[in-house]
């Protein structure tokens, strides 16, 4: 699917680690192995590893234990994005349903999506097992997100209960891989930059704000609305020139610049 003319999105997925936190999770987790994990996490990012190859291997290294992954939790809300949370409060102000799609563990993942106001049925990441004293057993080695292809099958799975166009922010090769899944992939490079997913992205983010996102998704707010600074902070940027648009999405940039 292309980027559809109508700028009003009614779904916008958005990934976890370097997109609505700073936080990189498994890297937070890896202490004693930092660089053998951050290669393994970067190799998969930019599609160099295939992401079933690197999984296990960092889980059997790391071993989160649940207080360990708890501490990851609060790590995403302490690190979150700029104008994340106000960008997620103003699509679900406007009637946008807000998922979070993620390869990250899923209990941690939860606790940022729920500081976000977003419901646990909208938020898929990975599982894990942990035994009665909270040591690490092992993760859902079934889940879809911890291989390859693993987010278009979760998108697709997800699209008849989804309110169309759908947009997918991220900034990995597993969230481009979603893009056939989806209206409109959006990389968000303004934590981590990975040049394999932003020369394939339909527009490009590279503010350190998510704010790009509102007058993307939505075609306009009132000047009294709560969200309005956001959504005017969203449209400098782009004025700015820190939001990029390719061929397939410029009808969605005539729109911005001329709306």
């Known amino acids: 699917m292309g980027p559809t003319r109508q700028r009003a999105f009614g779904t916008v997925i958005f990934d976890c680690d370097s997109t609505l936190s700073r936080v990189e999770g498994i890297e937070e987790l890896s202490a004693g192995h930092g ?5 393994m996490t970067n190799a998969a990012m930019r599609g160099e590893a295939r992401l079933e190859e690197v999984y296990a ?8 234990t649940r207080s360990a992954v708890e501490a990851l939790g609060r790590r995403y809300i302490e690190g979150m994005v700029a104008d994340a949370r106000e960008v997620v409060a103003a699509l679900q102000d406007a009637g946008v349903v807000v998922r979070v799609l993620s390869g990250g563990l ?10 976000l ?6 938020v898929a990441a990975v599982p894990l097992r ?9 993760f859902d080695a079934a889940s879809p997100l911890a291989r390859a292809g693993g987010k278009p099958d979760v998108v697709r799975r997800w699209l008849p209960t989804l309110r169309r166009p759908v947009m997918l922010v991220g900034d990995g090769n597993t969230d481009l891989e979603a893009k056939p899944a989806v209206d409109l992939f959006v990389a968000f490079a303004g934590v981590a930059e990975r040049e ?20 993307l998704a939505l075609e306009g707010l009132p000047s009294d609305s709560p969200h309005a600074e956001t959504y005017e902070r969203g449209r400098a940027f782009i004025e700015e020139g820190a939001v990029t648009f390719t061929s397939r999405s410029a009808d969605i940039q005539a729109a ?3 709306g």
Not at 35 to 39: G, I, L, R, S
Not at 57 to 64: A, I, Q, W
Not at 204 to 215: E, G, K, Q, T, Y
């Open 117 to 122: 106001g977003i419901d646990t049925p909208d």
């Open 106 to 115: 899923l209990p941690a993942v939860r606790m940022l999506a729920a500081e």
């Open 57 to 64: 291997r960092r889980l059997e290294l790391t071993r989160p």
């Open 35 to 39: 660089a053998e994990v951050e290669a």
């Open 256 to 258: 911005l610049i001329g």
């Open 130 to 138: 942990f035994d009665d004293d909270g040591a690490y057993l092992a």
């Open 196 to 215: 394999s997913v932003t020369s394939d992205a339909d527009v490009v983010i590279r503010s350190p704000s998510l704010a790009p996102v509102l007058p």
